[in-house]
């Protein structure tokens, strides 16, 4: 089964509707709550960066028996140094967003911590595909 | 803790939310930090909070946290309610501080997160 959605730049009041659709969806394959919420917190906080950060972009969810692969595609603007983008605390998040109670510079930590397989490729001007495989049994 | 007993310490107003034996709830989490609450690994816990914006339901129903209360007389907003209801986010609204309502359910037996 295969899932797909548009993100749209800077829409909070949709940002978290792909999240919780694939939440939907795994709790019908009757997977476990646990890895249920690693794996929707990591797609949430994806989505989330998404919306405050990039020019707009998509998520792919493919599942099958025994694993999630989660695949999420920017626009732009890139990251320049992914590695201290990964360092927590490290934010370049807008007033507006940290008003909403993210920018904390604990997304892709977050997203490392929650998922058993991370890539994160990016190109400046070009985008950023950010991808995750979770194993739906534990 | 029951919903009830967390309406009456706090004065609260339940917004969404009907069966007040349904929710027994052992731990409370106080943030105005999405980013923070979703580091939890705790589940099905009280959210204290001041902030009001429907991200904040979304990441109550992404965090699985049943319960959140308002402080401080902040009042939901339609889209909130709506979602709330949508995703099954009981929501409360109290006149208390953050401080004081923390306080208080501590006091009473609610246990912190950490």
């Not at chain 2, 959210?47 to 401080?72: C, F, K, S, W």
């Amino acid at each position: 089964m295969k899932l797909e959605f548009d993100i749209a730049s800077g829409d909070f009041s949709q940002a978290g509707q792909a999240s919780s659709r694939i939440k939907k969806v795994l709790k019908q394959l009757q997977v476990d709550p646990k890895v249920i919420k690693r794996i929707v917190v990591a797609v949430y906080e994806a989505e989330v960066n998404v919306v405050a950060h990039s020019l707009g972009g998509q998520i792919i969810a493919e599942f099958s028996n025994e694993y999630v692969e989660i695949t999420v595609q920017d626009c732009g603007p890139g990251i320049a140094d992914i590695g201290q983008a990964m360092t927590e605390g490290y934010s370049t998040a807008s007033k507006k967003v940290r008003d909403m109670g993210f920018g904390a510079g604990m997304g892709l930590p977050n997203i490392k911590r929650n998922t058993d397989e991370l890539s994160i490729e990016s190109t400046v001007g070009k985008g950023t595909c950010l991808k995750f495989k979770n194993n739906l049994n534990g | 803790m029951k919903l009830a007993d967390i309406i009456r310490h706090t004065e609260a107003n339940l917004v969404v939310g009907s069966d007040l034996d349904q929710h027994d709830l052992k731990k409370a989490f106080s943030s105005d930090l999405m980013s923070d609450v979703l580091t939890l690994d705790t589940e099905n816990i009280l959210l204290i909070t001041g902030l009001t914006n429907p991200q904040l339901i979304r990441t109550a129903e992404i965090a699985d946290i049943e319960v959140v209360l308002l402080a401080r007389n902040k009042k939901a907003s339609a889209e909130m309610i709506e979602l709330a209801r949508e995703v099954g986010v009981v929501l409360l609204e109290t006149p208390y501080s953050i401080y004081r309502a923390s306080g208080i359910l501590y006091k009473n037996g609610l246990e912190p997160v950490y």
